[in-house]
């Protein structure tokens, strides 16, 4: 069990890392409850925006980390069933 969890973890990571390398900024929008215009001719403005500009330094950084993760769940012995 810790095996695939330490895989999946460095898998994650390395697809981030990817991710970022590719990606300038990422652009959230925020959740809002919808509000109902109280007439018909008002509109409704769209929810706010969140920007995250990754440091230059984080795509190779979770790269990294990913890669020895991954490296590290496969040096874990495999558990042995008896039966």
């Known amino acids: 069990m810790?095996?695939?969890l330490f895989l999946?973890?460095?898998v994650f990571a390395i697809l981030l890392g990817a991710q970022c390398l590719g990606v300038a900024?990422?652009?959230m929008k925020m959740r809002n409850d919808p509000v109902l215009p109280?007439?018909?001719f008002e509109t409704i403005k769209p929810g706010a925006k969140k920007q995250i500009n990754p440091a230059p330094w984080?795509?190779?950084s979770l790269l990294?980390?990913?890669t020895v993760?991954?490296?590290?769940?496969?040096?874990?012995?495999r558990r042995i069933t008896s039966g």
């Not at 993760?69 to 012995?77: A, D, E, K, N």
């Open 2 to 4: 810790w095996r695939s």
């Open 8 to 10: 999946a973890i460095g």
């Open 25 to 27: 900024k990422f652009t």
């Open 38 to 40: 109280s007439s018909p």
């Open 58 to 60: 984080a795509p190779w």
């Open 64 to 66: 990294a980390t990913g």
């Open 69 to 77: 993760v991954c490296l590290y769940s496969f040096t874990l012995p």
